[in-house]
């Protein structure tokens, strides 16, 4: 009688731990920038180098300690840089690129794919493996090539494949809705992703809430370093002139510079400094012929613009961020420095890398879908990159998916 008892006991046990984790919203995990592996495939004629490859199978660049290692980061650089002809972005000739494992979190998890020495969302996919979620099952990414913004994004065809996973884990879970958990750029890539692309009847039905961490809304002053004189964004034997080769080709680095918005930046507070003259963020075709780089402001103007209305989601949104950590606020070059020397940096309030005006800048949503709740929680002296390992930060978040 009494094992019969702990059997039933045991039985019901089960059978409330197991309501509880298909009760629990299946997670899509959207990373940021530079927060995917990457994959090169290579048909090309020429190569900077006779040790560059010209020709290839699918092979790692994003991020291989071989490719950056000295002489052979040439042709790293070479093939990962994109051209920009006729108002246009593409790839260079004969080179492709893709963001491997997309449903799965491995290639989000490390960034390096043999050592796995370089965690990114590492933790959080455990912590959440803990509490019951399956890879592969509840607990899926959405991996991108994070040089492109969301338009481009959209022409290749990204936004279709995030809208089937999303469906695909929708039935893989006892149909229950999705939350989606972005980082950093991945909050803007998918903003463009429900407001752009899918309809307010899809996300009834399909996405229980958005929970944007880190999210770059209104840009970041930091991001002009990328274009302005480069930043190696601590990567070893990189300096910053060879970053900014790479950087002032690619979109994302453009399409996350501050948005000229009046409500969010001052047109009267610079963010650059140099003897010559100030500018503030309504200066940039300015500030890109005193670089001589006029280009830059080309491969600027062709981005989109929709960060500027920052249209709300319409679902239920939980934006949270670090705060009150020293942010990049202003950029001073001294004489002979500009654009070539990195600058003196300046500070302000932030998550260390967003600025706190851009973190918060979701706030409008409440007002502008009234019928779904939008929530801002700042978690001081957490960084911009420790909002995907800080426990906090996590647990809150686990609130969220379980409630």
Known sequence: MLLRSTNIFALSLFAVCWSIIVASSPILIVPGVLGNQLQAKLNKDYAPHEWCSTHSDWYTVWVSVEQLAPYVIDCFLNNTRMLFNDGKYSNCEGVQIRAP????????????????????????????????????????????????????????????????????????????????????????????????????????????????????????????????????????????????????????????????DHKIWSSTDPVVVTPERNYTVFDYQALFNDMKYPVGYSQYKVLPTFLTELAAPHVTTYCYYGAQVPTPSTLVYKEGQFPDTPPTILTGNGDGTVNDASLEACSVWKAAQQSRHVKLRGFPGVSHFGMVTNNDVLQAVLEIVTN
């Open 101 to 260: 494992g997309f449903g799965n979190t491995d290639t989000v998890e490390h960034l390096d794919a043999e050592d796995f020495l370089i965690p990114y969302m590492h933790d959080l996919v455990e912590f959440f493996t803990k509490h019951g979620y399956v890879k592969g099952v509840s607990l899926r990414a959405a991996p991108y090539d994070w040089r492109l913004s969301p338009d481009l994004l959209h022409q290749v065809g990204y936004y279709d494949d995030v809208q089937n996973l999303v469906e695909t884990m929708y039935k893989d879970n006892n149909n229950t809705s999705v939350t989606i958990v972005t980082h950093s750029l991945g909050s803007p890539t998918t903003l463009y992703f429900l407001t752009q692309v899918v309809s307010q009847e899809w996300k009834d039905k399909y996405l229980k809430a958005f929970v944007p961490l880190s999210g770059v809304w209104k840009g970041a002053i930091k991001t002009l370093t990328s274009v302005i004189s480069g930043n190696p964004e601590g990567i070893p034997l990189v300096n910053s002139l060879t970053a900014r080769y790479l950087q002032r080709t690619t979109p994302t680095n453009y399409f996350l510079m501050p948005v000229t």
